[in-house]
């Protein structure tokens, strides 16, 4: 029986997490989308009872340290949302024994003993979410004493039976240390097979959003956090498409739910109602607040397709284009200024020439928002915007702004900030692409033997937003794709990929990223984290591992060439 909260029953739920409801809280938040959405559902149900809590963001495990240690007298109640669950939380922040863990955490797999904590962690994990966690009887064991005590044995006893004794006694012993050592042996393999891959689990702003409807609290604002939280799942590519359906069908109930009207309601909407609609929409990052042309060129999924960082790419930009019937002038000017005849059939046209073309999933299955009548906006738009506010380079006062920034954002009263989000999404989008096509074309990425290898110089233009993890995972998805479309190499087709970028110049360090194979059943599984550990460790090279996502880690410039050498033979 798992020690965490499993949703299903409201009286189990709510009992357990009603303590939350009477105590002043420290929340401490990952610097993400999906916890950031996370964060403003939770932040809406404790100003429904009028709970005091305090919000402190963390982007690493440094400063989920530093956070607890200057917070831990005056709290004993602490919510940590997208951080925390795959470590083993007791132990590295050493807690007084009435501190009480809130963990709603997607990362996987989650740490052993905080599952089997019955006291101070509580886990928020939806019914259906398989963890797959080893038997408790499997990995933990009660230290007996299995020595005994030869004091008690009778001076009466014969010298014969003493001895008969002692030899049993010898046999039972070694019998016992070598089923201990068994055990061992088993456990370490148990725990080898259910820590080797990092993944992914149910995006935690659906998890809140589902502890709200269990509580009878749940509001159209809070679904459509849920709904970009999931969003951003997708857009990371940190779930499979078959998760991301599944998911998407939940959210498609409440959402029935919750935005039902008949046609005389829909008629007198006023001018600041909150309309969400389910959608099959374009796989076209943020084309209705660009120009169609640009988010065919920056979008990662036609780029790859088209191979637009070749003349031929462009040329079949431009037959594409022809194919759909569309003036080059209609497309390269603003979404909303294009032609009200072309827009109403666009969807349909796009799609039937990108079959043509060898792009047959460019149709997505998605939600959009309306606010009012002139605001309409799709998730992904949202988790773009949102993304990029968190991870702005163009510095304004202190660390928190971004997350401050970014967090305010996704509250409709708030457009002002999500358009500014939009602006700075459409720029990195850009360098992504930019860089992208820089490192195909200068054949930057080589193949290591297990794994391709791609590293940008300084130098590099946008370096500097790529020392941004969010970012550089997006740009490692986008060029691993863009790679596997380009190479005649089948074998190289199956590779992960690792990506370098400056960090710190000064400190003379770099961030890493390892990221899977990019193929159609890939189940979004990366064992990269472990294996930088181990190579980290067999060759003392100086790393940090800061990163809530296991797979990133920071490293000294001078020690990369023998750390990638561990990789290459431990991975070989």
Excluded at 68 to 85: P, S, T, W
Excluded at 271 to 286: G, K, N, Q, S
Excluded at 524 to 541: L, Q, V
């Amino acid at each position: 029986m798992y020690q965490h909260i499993r949703f299903g029953t409201y009286v189990n739920t709510f009992n357990t997490v009603f303590p939350l409801f009477l105590q002043r809280v420290l929340l401490l938040v990952a610097s993400d989308v999906d916890a950031l959405c996370a964060c403003k559902i939770l932040q809406a149900l404790f100003q429904c009872d009028h709970v005091q809590y305090t919000l402190v963001p963390v982007s690493g495990w440094q400063e989920l340290e530093t956070a607890f240690l200057e917070h831990k007298d005056q709290f004993k109640y602490f919510v940590l949302i997208n951080c925390g669950a795959n470590v083993d939380l007791l132990e590295i922040l050493q807690p007084e024994e009435d501190t009480l863990f809130f963990v709603c955490d997607s990362h996987r797999p989650i740490n052993v003993v905080n599952v089997y904590n019955d006291t101070q962690i509580k886990l928020l994990v939806k019914q259906d979410d398989d963890l797959d966690v080893p038997a408790y009887d499997d990995i933990f064991r009660d230290e007996e004493d299995e020595e005994e005590d030869s004091e008690n044995e009778s001076d009466a006893a014969e010298p014969s039976e003493k001895r008969r004794r002692f030899e049993e006694d010898v046999i039972e012993r070694t019998m016992k240390r070598r089923q201990r050592r068994e055990w061992e042996a088993r456990r370490r393999e148990i725990l080898f097979d259910y820590e080797q891959y990092e993944y992914h689990g149910t995006s935690s702003a659906m998890v809140m959003f589902d502890l709200a409807w269990i509580m009878s609290k749940d509001l159209n604002d809070m679904l459509w956090w849920a709904i970009v939280g999931l969003t951003d799942q997708w857009v990371q590519d940190k779930i499979t498409q078959m998760k991301y359906v599944t998911d998407i069908g939940i959210l498609q109930r409440h959402v029935s739910r919750h935005n039902h009207r008949n046609e005389d309601e829909e008629n007198s909407l006023s001018i600041d109602c909150m309309r969400i609609a389910f959608e099959y929409d374009l796989r076209l990052a943020l084309y209705q607040h660009w120009s169609l042309y640009e988010s065919l060129c920056n979008t990662s999924y036609t780029s790859a397709s088209l191979k637009l960082w070749s003349v031929q790419g462009q040329k079949r930009l431009q037959e594409f284009l022809a194919d759909m019937g569309l003036p080059l002038k209609q497309v390269k000017q603003k979404f909303n200024s294009m032609d009200m005849s072309l827009k109403e059939n666009l969807r349909e046209m796009i799609e039937e020439s990108a079959n043509k073309f060898g792009m047959k999933d460019l149709r997505v299955q998605t939600f959009s928002i309306h606010f009012g009548f002139k605001n309409k906006f799709s998730a992904s738009d949202i988790v773009y915007a949102t993304a990029s506010l968190m991870e702005n380079i163009e510095k304004e006062g202190p660390e928190t702004t971004n997350f401050i920034k970014a967090l305010d954002s996704l509250s409709r009263g708030n457009l002002d900030k999500l358009h500014q989000g939009l602006d700075l999404a459409k720029k990195q989008l850009r360098a992504i692409q930019q860089t992208v096509a820089s490192c195909i074309c200068t054949n930057l990425v080589i193949s290591q033997g297990p794994f391709l290898y791609c590293s940008l110089m300084e130098g590099t233009p946008d370096v500097k937003l790529f020392s941004k993890p969010v970012s550089l995972c997006l740009l490692s998805k986008y060029l691993l794709k863009s790679f596997v479309c380009s190479t005649k190499n089948k074998r190289c087709k199956l590779l992960p990929l690792i990506m370098a970028a400056p960090m710190d110049v000064e400190q003379g360090t770099v961030i890493m990223v390892g990221i899977p194979p990019e193929t159609e059943s890939s189940d979004k599984k990366n064992f990269f984290g472990r294996a930088f550990e181990k190579a980290a460790d067999s060759t003392n090279s100086r790393t940090l591992h800061n990163h809530f996502d296991m797979s990133i880690i920071e490293l000294k410039t001078e020690d990369r060439s023998k750390f990638l050498d561990a990789l290459i033979s431990l991975l070989s």
